[in-house]
């Protein structure tokens, strides 16, 4: 029986991997996925410059302070940082090395950042504690957005000296025949109220221009209030500090140590793990539905089964699909690596410990392990409705539940990245049609020893019994012909011996 089983598993996996569309098929998905995830960058990069003005009717005339404080956020946040002690080894050479462009100058502004220091300062992040980490990039993108966006004044709109009415009804007209993307009206006393001021743009969907200039008026807003109340500026920047907690965790000796942005980075990439065996559990077992399905419809099944028993048939179109899909599987794990190994020779910033963990023996093991055990369970199931039906038409139909149960891995995974250990989590572990996924998902946490031998054990178990009342289903129904039977006769076969 063996023999012939394995007979028929090479043929299937022989008649995949020979076509030209298998491996096309396999370039094709990390083509897709480079492309989905570099699209923001260029589409980012494509983003057309938008102009915009601004109506300073201010009593104190604040609108040319807005603009330099929109322009530079991120400076303070980060030369703060690299004034104070308990620096990493790293970010202290980068302190000695550009000191000059750190300390404040005589009249107390802040200096300007070298474009080389920030190219520095971002091969270096991930050793920066996420505290810290977070602290600069807080504000640190803004400064790029604010390249998308170009300030119009009202001298370059002609504009300048009529009436403030007069102003606004240019300014409109300007918005409504896209000369001006959006322009913003600040009038009153802002010390006293803020209701006079206003953003007007007929895109209500990109806030980027309005959140930047939000968070720069409000600087200054608070700058003219503490001012006017004659606190001290050293009072009201201790007043204005932001609560950051310096997030630690305990380390294999014990003791307290802060967490680097790779840590976090390491947490989220089971994620990626449970994506890839998703879609390849989800791919294979497809598969196989598919070529039971066409097999039985061209009867061409009926041919198979002169030379080999159902059982043998059924076995034999099982792991050969199962071999397909580990070689789709090494093959998107070959990319992954040739991809993370690149990555930093293309892009000097891309600095991500993705190799470590790509290439970590354990999470490969792991991968492929719960690959064949999620897909041996899966595909009992899809063998079995495909040996029930006679067309396409109808096994996609009857794989309605079958996709109701798959999407509740993907809909979790976040949140099981964020309590691996937690209550959902390990429910789900031990729920059989969910194992693979969710067990997988919980690496980073990572859950007891004894979590992975019950669950695995449970897994295996319900392989097995999958697979019994698949093969009863199959031996009977591959050779049914007309309308699929009912659920009725289906239990009904299952009964027998």
Do not use: H
Not at 205 to 217: C, H, I, Q, V, W
Not at 433 to 446: K, Q, V
Request: glycine share 8%.
């Amino acid at each position: 029986m063996a023999n012939k089983s394995f007979l028929v598993a090479q043929r299937e996996y022989l008649e995949n991997v020979r076509t030209k569309t298998f491996w096309l098929g396999i370039l094709a998905f990390p083509i897709i996925l480079i492309l989905s995830l570099g699209a923001g960058f260029v589409l980012a990069k494509l983003k057309e410059v938008k102009t915009y003005a601004v109506l300073d009717l201010t009593e104190q005339k604040i609108g040319e302070q807005i603009e330099r404080a929109a322009r530079t956020p991120d400076t303070p946040g980060m030369m703060k940082l690299l004034r104070g002690s308990g620096l990493p080894q790293k970010l202290q050479e980068i302190r000695d090395r550009y000191r000059d462009a750190i300390e404040p100058g005589v009249d107390g502004k802040e200096p300007e950042v070298p474009d080389e220091m920030r190219r520095e300062l971002q091969r270096v992040m991930l050793e920066i504690p996420a505290s810290d980490f977070a602290a600069i990039t807080e504000k640190a993108t803004e400064t790029q957005k604010s390249d998308k966006f170009e300030l119009l004044t009202l001298d370059e709109l002609g504009i300048a000296g009529i009436p403030s009415e007069e102003q606004r009804k240019k300014l409109r007209e300007m918005v409504e025949s896209k000369r001006l993307f959006a322009y913003f009206e600040l009038a009153g006393d802002p010390i006293q109220s803020l209701s006079d001021f206003r953003y007007l743009s007929n895109n209500v969907t990109d806030s980027g221009l309005r959140d930047m200039y939000d968070r720069a008026a409000t600087r200054i807003v608070q700058k003219l209030r503490i001012g006017k109340a004659g606190i001290d500026p050293t009072i009201a920047r201790s007043l204005q500090e932001t609560v950051r907690f310096r997030e630690q965790k305990l380390g294999e000796d014990g003791k307290a140590e802060d967490v680097k942005t790779g840590d976090k980075a390491n947490k989220y990439a089971p994620m990626g793990f449970v994506y890839l065996l998703w879609i390849a559990v989800f791919t294979a077992a497809q598969m196989l539905l598919t070529n039971t399905v066409e097999e039985k419809s061209n009867r061409i099944i009926e041919v198979l089964l002169s030379s080999v028993s159902p059982l043998e048939l059924m076995a034999g179109k099982v792991w050969g699909i199962a071999a397909t899909g580990l070689t789709l599987v090494l093959s998107w794990v070959l990319c992954a690596l040739i991809g993370v190994w690149v990555a930093p020779k293309l892009m000097p910033g891309f600095d991500l410990p993705l190799m470590d963990v790509i290439g970590d023996p354990l999470y490969l093991a792991s991968f492929v392990g719960y690959f064949l055990a999620g897909y041996l369970l899966y595909a009992a199931f899809l063998v079995a409705i495909g040996s029930v039906t006679n067309s396409l038409k109808e096994a996609q139909n009857l794989l309605q539940p079958v996709f109701i149960v798959l999407i509740i891995p993907l809909v979790s995974m976040m949140f099981i990245v964020e309590e691996p250990n937690g209550t959902v989590a390990k429910i789900l572990s031990y729920i059989p049609l969910f194992t693979p996924f969710t067990m997988m998902n919980r690496a980073g946490g990572p859950p007891e020893l004894y979590e992975y031998v019950i669950t695995s054990v449970l897994l295996l178990v319900s392989v097995w019994f999958a697979f019994r009342a698949a093969g009863k289903v199959f031996r009977i129904g591959v050779l049914m012909t007309g309308n699929p039977p009912r659920l009725k006769e289906i239990l009904g076969w299952l009964r027998e011996k």
